[in-house]
C-alpha cells in the first residue's frame, strides 16, 4: 500500500463513531462505485461488446477479486 492510501488515526476514529449502518451503507455505495467504475473500464476496452456481455465480465472480475 501506497504512503498515501494508508488509513490516518482520525479516519479510523471517523469509523468508529459511526453506527454499523452507517459503516454498512458506506461499504455498499463503494461496492456500487466500484462496479460502476469497473464497467465502464470494460466497455472502454471492448466497445464492441453488448451491455450483456458486459455486465457478465464485470461479475467475472468481482468473483474473482481478490484482496
Do not use: N
Not at 20 to 35: D, I, S
Not at 39 to 44: H, N
Request: charged share 30%; aromatic share 8%.
Amino acid at each position: 500500500m501506497l504512503p498515501d492510501e494508508q488509513t490516518t488515526p482520525e479516519q479510523y476514529e471517523a469509523l468508529r463513531r459511526m453506527s454499523p449502518g452507517r459503516r454498512l451503507a458506506l461499504a455498499e455505495q463503494l461496492y456500487r462505485t466500484a462496479r460502476r467504475l469497473k464497467t465502464a473500464w470494460v466497455c472502454a476496452q471492448h466497445p464492441d461488446w453488448t451491455d450483456d456481455q458486459v455486465r457478465r465480465e464485470v461479475t467475472r472480475i468481482f468473483l474473482h477479486a481478490r484482496s
